[in-house]
């Protein structure tokens, strides 16, 4: 794992040029299936399952980070599932 927020500078250009290359090839493609009378319904619908996916995503690795993070404490406190106990 990363110790420096110098990481960052890096993987943020990269992430969001992926981001940048691959968003519209999704909505082109919604675009393409839907009639002209539902077009702005349909990105409407796509955007928000998508960030509504995202919400859920960030939600579940900040729970995920958190619990990864107090087991950890605990084990270096010596309360983890390998201490016994008297």
């Not at 990481?7 to 990269?14: E, F, N, Y």
């Not at 919400?55 to 990864?68: C, D, P």
């Amino acid at each position: 794992m990363a110790r420096s927020g110098g990481w960052v500078w890096l993987l943020l250009p990269i992430y969001g040029g992926y981001r940048a290359l691959t968003d519209g090839v999704g909505r082109a493609c919604v675009s393409d299936l839907l009639p002209s009378s539902l077009l702005g319904t349909g990105l409407g619908f796509y955007q928000g399952i998508g960030g509504g996916c995202a919400l859920v995503a960030g939600a579940t690795g900040a729970l995920l980070a958190v619990a990864l993070l107090t087991f950890g404490r605990r084990l270096d406190q010596g309360s983890g599932p390998e201490t016994k106990r008297s």
